[in-house]
């Protein structure tokens, strides 16, 4: 029931947004009808990939290469929407304006629209596909013996279909260049049947850290047997906070740090893995510094009466296609970046390192995060 439901509800908005493209837009632009029957077509098109797309939730049969043209239909469908909408209101305020006498007018109008959907679908595709950055955060929070702690923080990467071992191969060489203190993955590792891409996700095994690497679960590591998933982490050598804690220690065996791992919250509604903060912050060492890894930003509206002295988040992406990101306000209080969300007490979060669905990015780059905790 849950997948007919959530199949209606993908189907019905492309199918509108599809249909308000054609009719609003490509119906509408001063171009031989040739051109206007190749646009016509390519709609259609995108929207029998949408179909495909959805019914992979189902039947997992598509290669990645596959995978990788349904998931940018999807993408370019949002964005010719947003183009189309822009369009739809200067063109019916020209017309409403000028009347039968703004000919020319229309006709530059048609070409400045033609020329932004191009930059705009091209700067997409090049955004998605470009290797994360690197962002370099320092968080005004101390940990005792340490002039500056160095966290690198993965997250969203989205291995499966489309993201594979070589991606993941390259980010493991790339963040052992640093040696960072510890590497945290903060959900949306497994976007797969997670025996499927065992050997994408096994380079993790080589990531070099002074006290380790932790994960926990976003809301992606439950669609795809999430147990399954924690079984393949913890074999390759990833601590994994299931609604936990744990205590990190030094060289010396000096406690330094609480680091508390979150279940997500989707698992409240899907009634698996159900997500427990009381139980997850009872061991907490009140005397050291505790950062808590939380898929979701919106956690923070629920956790910050154990007052966490750093959250780190993704889940977002940034929006990962501007002008999405205003409908993430929707959903979750943060878009990106660190926050202060009680006076000395911080949220971070991460545009995301891979992508999920469409391979694209605007105005939200990906990036793998090094946050350096200094008071300094």
Same mark, same amino acid.
């Given at each position: 029931?849950?997948?007919?439901?959530?199949?209606?509800?993908?189907?019905?908005?492309?199918?509108?947004?599809?249909?308000?493209?054609?009719?609003?837009?490509?119906?509408?632009?001063a171009?031989?009808?040739?051109?206007?029957?190749?646009?016509?077509?390519?709609?259609?098109?995108?929207?029998?990939c949408?179909?495909?797309?959805?019914?992979?939730?189902?039947?997992?049969?598509?290669?990645?290469?596959?995978?990788?043209?349904?998931?940018?239909?999807?993408?370019?469908?949002?964005? =010719?929407?947003?183009?189309?909408?822009?369009? $739809?209101? =200067?063109?019916?305020?020209?017309?409403?304006?000028?009347?039968?006498?703004?000919?020319?007018?229309?006709?530059?109008?048609?070409?400045?629209?033609?020329?932004?959907?191009?930059?705009?679908l091209?700067?997409?595709?090049?955004?998605?596909?470009?290797?994360?950055?690197?962002v370099?955060?320092?968080?005004?929070?101390?940990?005792?013996?340490?002039?500056?702690?160095?966290?690198?923080?993965?997250?969203?990467?989205?291995?499966?279909?489309?993201?594979?071992?070589?991606?993941?191969?390259?980010?493991?060489?790339?963040?052992?260049?640093?040696?960072?203190?510890?590497?945290?993955?903060?959900?949306?590792?497994?976007?797969?049947?997670?025996?499927?891409?065992?050997?994408?996700?096994?380079? =993790?095994?080589?990531?070099?850290?002074?006290?380790?690497?932790?994960?926990?679960?976003?809301?992606?590591?439950?669609?795809?047997?999430?147990?399954?998933?924690?079984?393949?982490?913890?074999? =390759?050598?990833?601590?994994?906070?299931?609604?936990?804690?744990?205590?990190?220690?030094?060289?010396?065996?000096?406690?330094?740090?609480?680091?508390?791992?979150?279940?997500?919250?989707?698992?409240?509604?899907?009634?698996?893995?159900?997500?427990?903060? $009381?139980?997850?912050?009872?061991?907490?060492?009140?005397?050291?510094?505790?950062?808590?890894?939380?898929?979701?930003?919106?956690w923070?509206?629920?956790?910050?009466?154990?007052?966490?002295?750093?959250v780190?988040?993704?889940?977002?992406?940034?929006?990962?296609?501007?002008?999405?990101?205003?409908?993430?306000y929707?959903?979750?209080?943060?878009?990106?970046?660190?926050?202060?969300?009680?006076?000395?007490?911080?949220?971070?979060?991460?545009?995301g390192?891979?992508?999920?669905?469409?391979?694209?990015?605007?105005?939200?780059?990906?990036e793998?995060?090094?946050?350096?905790?200094?008071?300094?």
């Amino acid at each position: 029931m849950r997948t007919i439901i959530f199949f209606s509800i993908f189907v019905t908005i492309f199918a509108l947004m599809n249909a308000y493209v054609h009719f609003r837009f490509v119906q509408r632009l001063a171009i031989p009808d040739i051109y206007r029957h190749i646009g016509t077509g390519l709609v259609v098109f995108l929207f029998v990939c949408q179909l495909m797309y959805a019914a992979s939730f189902r039947f997992d049969v598509f290669p990645g290469t596959v995978f990788l043209v349904l998931g940018t239909a999807i993408g370019f469908s949002f964005m =010719l929407f947003v183009v189309a909408l822009g369009y $739809d209101f =200067l063109r019916t305020a020209t017309d409403l304006i000028l009347r039968p006498n703004g000919g020319r007018l229309r006709l530059a109008l048609d070409g400045v629209a033609l020329l932004v959907m191009s930059v705009y679908l091209v700067s997409g595709l090049v955004g998605g596909m470009r290797d994360p950055a690197w962002v370099h955060v320092r968080v005004p929070v101390s940990v005792p013996e340490h002039k500056a702690f160095h966290i690198v923080q993965l997250s969203d990467v989205h291995v499966g279909h489309v993201i594979k071992k070589p991606f993941v191969e390259r980010l493991v060489a790339r963040i052992n260049e640093s040696v960072p203190d510890i590497v945290v993955i903060t959900g949306d590792l497994v976007d797969r049947d997670p025996d499927s891409i065992a050997d994408d996700l096994a380079p =993790l095994a080589g990531l070099k850290t002074r006290y380790g690497v932790y994960f926990a679960a976003g809301n992606h590591e439950y669609f795809h047997r999430p147990l399954r998933s924690l079984e393949i982490l913890r074999g =390759l050598g990833v601590k994994v906070l299931d609604d936990e804690s744990t205590v990190l220690r030094d060289e010396s065996g000096r406690a330094i740090l609480n680091i508390v791992g979150l279940r997500d919250p989707v698992g409240r509604s899907m009634q698996i893995l159900l997500p427990d903060p $009381d139980k997850a912050f009872a061991s907490v060492n009140r005397d050291l510094p505790t950062i808590v890894l939380a898929h979701q930003p919106v956690w923070i509206n629920e956790i910050e009466r154990f007052q966490p002295d750093l959250v780190l988040s993704g889940h977002t992406h940034g929006g990962q296609i501007f002008p999405f990101s205003y409908l993430v306000y929707l959903n979750q209080p943060y878009l990106n970046g660190l926050h202060s969300y009680q006076d000395g007490r911080y949220i971070y979060i991460s545009r995301g390192t891979g992508f999920w669905g469409p391979p694209i990015r605007v105005l939200a780059q990906s990036e793998i995060t090094e946050l350096v905790l200094s008071e300094e």
